[in-house]
């Protein structure tokens, strides 16, 4: 389909998301739907495209970059598959060599990050996320597919490879959850939205500890609420290949199961961490320290009993919580 | 030298990136300066000169911010090029979402936030939509999903620009953005004879020459009234 010789309305009938240029640049689909975007934008009068702000042949040529953008989002699922991420070491911030020689992390797999505040865990992850290939102040270099990956994960707005979920974020938008999750299936170009948003709201019900309607406002959910939709929406909808938390907090919500959902939908999950749980959860552990990685350590059989231990505790202490919520009395632990 | 061209809305951290793009900046051995320009007031040159960059700041006052850059951004480079800057960064008022002060083939960096609401990038002219990067800050206080979405927006208004996430507090991607502040084979000497990228705003109303009484018979020049038709 060529998007200059075709009709805005032509182009609408294969695309509906061009829908969303015109509002966005205060443009009229409805007397551009029988011209090519060239002719309508040659329609347009001079002051009207002054009074808008617009520039005759940058809207044009934004709006050629735009489609091409969204088709490559559409059809590029294949090209974006991340199979194997590696990390080349570098150096630590005293311009030591890093104590490893190649970490390979695979999807549905949990890797711990671990190392006092200040350590150096920000770096590393922004290393990830820039795909560093030398360029960056610890000259590590990062591989995707054990290539040099890509320029466009660095620059692309829609096609970012990670994805954050950290402990103080909040939703800001006043909406319910429904047409919160709506607004977002729709930038992320989703074809069968309603059925998506559905089975987020199912996921996340299920790892929050009291249930909520999709027709709650989200700025009204509780923290555990909230968490439990971020992760849920995360793993859903967001396409990026690698999910990033720094921390999930131990209350109203079943982080285990969390985990899982995102394991589930082939993300690598990265997880910088205090609490031990979480830390004796992943499969590695790496540890930060001045700057740079230190050791990989792979989680031991024995490390696993005693994560099955903790687990108890943290049941208790839930049971515990719940009892206290609902009025009733305790006696022992 | 080279100069980037940073705008913003207000509040949206321009000052925080910037100040942490120039630390990135002096570690890689380049001498960077700043020009700030406001309305009122800024103290934002103290800012500046406490982390020792060298700073200048123009006040425009009573007229408009980015029409006082325009008549302004020669000596400024002029002052850049003496101060023996490699790279000098402007950073603008940010008032009217209307304007952007960018220069034809000079770095325009455009920041906004993530709080700012999913509608602001529509509602931002030029000086979002002309942008050859687009800073997003505030980042880490909002939803992944929210992320997404306010991303997606900025895609639609300026498909074209690299689009980039920028903790101004602690500095995440500051690094990433600063290796895009400099190329070796730039050497700019002047601005003169060089176009903005967007015509400013038409103005000269009575208004702007100082009146102050309301009426019809006080209104000349430039004047329109609302649509109250299509309202």
């Known amino acids: 389909m060529n998007i200059k010789t075709q009709t805005c309305g032509e182009l609408l009938a294969s695309y509906r998301w061009i829908a969303d240029f015109f509002t966005e640049n205060h443009l009229d689909l409805e007397t551009a739907k029988n011209q090519t975007m060239s002719d309508y934008l040659a329609s347009i009068a001079d002051e009207q495209l002054e009074d808008l702000a617009l520039d005759r042949d940058k809207v044009l040529s934004d709006f050629i970059t735009f489609v091409t953008q969204m088709r490559e989002l559409l059809g590029e699922t294949a090209a974006n598959r991340v199979d194997k991420l590696s990390i080349l070491p570098g150096l630590n911030k005293e311009g030591e060599p890093e104590g490893f020689d190649r970490i390979d992390l695979y999807p549905s797999e949990i890797i711990s990050i671990v190392g006092p505040t200040g350590s150096g865990k920000s770096r590393l992850l922004q290393d990830i996320e820039w795909t560093a290939s030398g360029d960056t102040p610890t000259r590590r270099r990062i591989l995707i597919n054990d290539e040099v990956p890509d320029l466009k994960w660095r620059f692309s707005a829609n096609n970012k490879l990670v994805a954050q979920l950290s402990q103080n974020m909040n939703f800001v938008m006043d909406l319910t959850c429904y047409d919160f ?36 406002h989200v700025t009204a959910l509780s923290g555990g609420q909230s968490r439990a939709l971020m992760i849920a929406d995360t793993a859903i909808l967001s396409t990026s290949p690698i999910v990033l938390i720094d921390e999930i907090e131990n209350a109203g919500i079943d982080r285990r199961k969390a985990l899982n959902l995102l394991l589930s939908k082939e993300k690598i999950v990265l997880m910088a961490t205090h609490d031990p749980t979480l830390a004796l959860i992943a499969d590695r552990r790496l540890i930060i320290s001045k700057g740079g990685i230190a050791n990989v350590l792979d989680t031991t059989d024995a490390e ?13 202490v839930q049971t515990l919580r719940r009892k206290l919520r609902y009025g009733e009395r305790v006696d022992s632990l | 030298m080279n100069l980037v061209i940073v705008s913003g809305p207000p509040s949206s951290g321009k000052t925080s990136v910037i100040l942490k793009t120039c630390d990135a900046l002096k570690n890689s051995g380049h001498r960077v300066g700043v020009v700030k320009f406001d309305c009122l007031h800024t103290d934002d040159d103290k800012l500046y000169a406490a982390y020792g960059i060298p700073v200048k700041k123009g006040l425009s006052g009573a007229l408009c911010p980015d029409h006082f850059f325009v008549s302004n951004i020669e000596e400024v480079v ?34 906004i936030d993530n709080l700012s609401g999913i509608n602001t990038p529509k509602k931002v002219g030029p000086m979002l939509r002309s942008a050859d990067i687009v800073v997003i800050t505030k980042g880490d206080i909002v939803s992944q999903a929210e992320r997404e979405v306010f991303a997606s927006r900025v895609g639609q208004v300026n498909p074209r620009a690299l689009t980039m996430h920028v903790n101004g507090l602690t500095g995440q991607g500051a690094y990433e953005l600063s290796t895009l502040f400099y ?46 038709e299509q309202n």
């Open chain 2, 183 to 228: 190329k070796d084979d730039l050497n700019l000497d002047t601005v003169k004879g060089m176009t903005l990228k967007f015509p400013m705003p038409a103005a000269l109303c009575s208004y702007c020459l100082g009146e102050t009484r309301i009426g019809d018979e006080f209104q000349q020049g430039n004047v329109r009234k609302m649509n109250w």
């Open chain 1, 181 to 216: 999750l709506s607004l977002h299936a729709q930038s992320r170009l989703v074809q069968d939205a309603e059925s998506v948003i559905q089975r987020i709201l199912e996921a996340a019900n299920e790892l929050a500890g009291e249930p909520f309607s999709p027709h709650t």
């Open chain 1, 304 to 316: 696993r009993r005693v994560l099955s231990e903790l687990e108890i505790y943290d049941l208790k």
């Open chain 2, 78 to 111: 002029q002052w850049g090029i003496e101060e023996k800057l490699d790279i000098l960064i402007s950073e603008s008022a940010g008032l009217c979402n209307r304007c952007s002060p960018y220069i034809k083939d000079i770095l325009s960096v455009c920041v």
